[in-house]
């Protein structure tokens, strides 16, 4: 019976481990590992059994193997180790030691991304700064030694405008007069506001000289300096890059599928989700995704921005305490997004609208009337020029395009329904408020989207450079 045994245990041993080549050959992986299972339970002190194993479980050393699966395969190369001959160890643990540097090879493939995108992230926190000082420094070299004010011109215009629409409707009287007076009175605040704070509070908000002179230079004087620490991290980033494409050499091709989310260049893009959660102020995605993309910590990211702190410096105090003048939209401003190829190509679409629309209204001129309609286009154009970015919405190109095309409308539309009025006598709301604002619309759409993205280019470059 023994001898029986033996014969039979050799004989599946034998059949096992043909099993088993013919998986390698087939490169059926999963289930020569099934096999290797088997042929180690009926001779636990066979190396070829281990060996086998490690081979389907890594690929034959093809297949990139996460930290914890690894554990298990290094507990199945001690065994195979134990049980190998003094030529056989050799050999094994050449093969094993080259996958494992293959290995380690990803390990700093991670670490590079992770310093990546630890150092954009940074990038971003400078460059959010620089555009808080600049942003401050903007509004406060507005004023003079003497606190003259000369700024928001736009705004007077705008004001104007909306006054002289109420005295037109005055001597004009219609149904509109309830809207012409509502803006006509927001027109008198706004010129009334501008008028105080340029000559009637001259000096209100003194400073001496040398004060102000020196909290001017410091400010500068930390512009400098941060763009100093963004020249080295693009020059890190750089060197990083480098390291990176040198490393992804180094590594394995059939590694390459299973490592994609390393091998992706998007370092910026996931330094962008870091930062945005990080100004918008959600506390548990910030750290959740410091802790898995970066190599920071929350800490050394409290102590960077303790460093950095602008908000506590002479500058602030003087924007937010002396002057008591609301900076709008600045978190805004920090965050800027740069405009994207899809915004272009959306500026080309609304271009060639704007385009076929006039050429279909030119042949189809009829319920359109003439005078009225070129004075509201003019006021449309220099409605979206005089538009005032700094005050508006400006937090991405879609928001201040948005902004700009219903105040560019609405003034336009407003415009020719007042003419319209004059001229004929009556105006249909359906008409003036429906129809004409929807041709309006298509006719300068295109228009509005390409003034508003020269404005928010300006202000995007002076907040960041």
């Known amino acids: 019976m023994k001898k029986s045994s033996k014969g039979a245990s050799k004989g599946s041993l034998k059949k096992i481990k043909e099993e088993i080549e013919l998986c390698f050959d087939s490169l059926e992986y999963e289930k020569a590992e099934s096999y290797c299972k088997k042929f180690i339970d009926l001779s636990p002190k066979n190396a070829y059994g281990y060996v086998s194993y490690i081979k389907a479980l890594t690929n034959n050393y093809n297949k990139y193997l996460e930290q914890e699966k690894l554990k298990d395969v290094k507990k199945i190369y001690e065994d195979a180790y134990a049980f190998s001959s003094k030529n056989e160890k050799?050999?094994?643990?050449?093969?094993?030691?080259?996958?494992?540097?293959?290995?380690?090879?990803?390990?700093?493939?991670?670490?590079?991304?992770?310093?990546?995108?630890?150092?954009?992230?940074?990038?971003?926190?400078?460059?959010?700064?620089?555009?808080?000082?600049?942003?401050?420094?903007?509004?406060?070299?507005?004023?003079?030694?003497?606190?003259?004010?000369?700024?928001?011109?736009?705004?007077?215009?705008?004001?104007?405008?909306?006054?002289?629409?109420?005295?037109?409707?005055?001597?004009?009287?219609?149904?509109?007069?309830?809207?012409?007076?509502?803006?006509?009175?927001?027109?008198?605040?706004?010129?009334?506001?501008?008028?105080?704070?340029?000559?009637?509070?001259?000096?209100?908000?003194?400073?001496?000289?040398?004060?102000?002179?020196?909290?001017?230079?410091?400010?500068?004087?930390?512009?400098?300096?941060?763009?100093?620490?963004?020249?080295?991290?693009?020059?890190?980033?750089?060197?990083?890059?480098?390291?990176?494409?040198?490393?992804?050499?180094?590594?394995?091709e059939l590694f390459l599928n299973d490592i994609n989310d390393l091998i992706t260049n998007d370092e910026k893009q996931q330094a962008d989700k870091i930062y945005d959660s990080f100004v918008l102020g959600d506390v548990v995605k910030?750290?959740?995704?410091?802790?898995?993309?970066?190599?920071?910590?929350?800490?050394?990211?409290?102590?960077?921005?303790?460093?950095?702190?602008?908000?506590?410096?002479?500058?602030?105090?003087?924007?937010?305490?002396?002057?008591?003048?609301?900076?709008?939209?600045?978190?805004?401003?920090?965050?800027?997004?740069?405009?994207?190829?899809?915004?272009?190509?959306?500026?080309?679409?609304?271009?060639?609208?704007?385009?076929?629309?006039?050429?279909?209204?030119?042949?189809?001129?009829?319920?359109?009337?003439?005078?009225?309609?070129?004075?509201?286009?003019?006021?449309?154009?220099?409605?979206?020029?005089?538009?005032?970015?700094?005050t508006g919405k400006h937090s991405k190109f879609t928001d201040t395009f948005n902004d700009n095309l219903i105040s560019t409308i609405f003034n336009s539309t407003l415009v020719y329904d007042l003419m319209y009025f004059k001229i004929t006598g009556g105006l249909v709301l359906s008409y003036g408020f429906l129809k004409i604002p929807i041709i309006l619309f298509f006719v300068l759409i295109g228009f509005v989207m390409l003034v508003s993205l020269f404005k928010y280019e300006h202000l995007l470059k002076k907040l960041r450079s």
Do not use: W
């Open 286 to 390: 910030f750290s959740f995704l410091l802790e898995n993309s970066s190599n920071l910590s929350v800490d050394e990211v409290t102590d960077l921005l303790k460093e950095i702190n602008d908000k506590d410096d002479e500058l602030s105090k003087y924007i937010n305490s002396k002057i008591k003048e609301k900076k709008n939209n600045q978190n805004q401003a920090l965050l800027m997004k740069k405009v994207s190829k899809f915004n272009i190509f959306a500026l080309v679409i609304t271009l060639i609208i704007s385009i076929f629309s006039i050429i279909v209204l030119v042949n189809n001129f009829q319920e359109i009337n003439f005078l009225a309609f070129i004075i509201s286009i003019i006021v449309g154009i220099i409605s979206m020029f005089i538009y005032n970015i700094n």
């Open 90 to 252: 050799v050999t094994l643990k050449k093969i094993f030691d080259d996958y494992l540097y293959d290995l380690k090879e990803v390990d700093n493939l991670r670490k590079i991304k992770k310093d990546l995108i630890s150092k954009e992230f940074i990038k971003n926190i400078y460059n959010g700064s620089m555009a808080y000082i600049n942003q401050n420094l903007n509004l406060a070299l507005t004023y003079n030694k003497d606190g003259t004010k000369i700024k928001n011109i736009y705004d007077l215009i705008n004001g104007l405008f909306y006054f002289s629409l109420l005295i037109f409707n005055i001597f004009n009287p219609n149904y509109l007069l309830i809207l012409t007076f509502l803006f006509g009175i927001y027109g008198i605040i706004t010129i009334y506001s501008f008028i105080e704070m340029n000559f009637f509070k001259k000096g209100k908000y003194r400073l001496q000289k040398g004060i102000y002179q020196k909290m001017i230079d410091d400010s500068n004087k930390k512009v400098f300096n941060i763009k100093q620490k963004i020249k080295e991290l693009d020059e890190s980033i750089l060197f990083l890059k480098e390291q990176k494409t040198t490393s992804k050499i180094k590594i394995p």
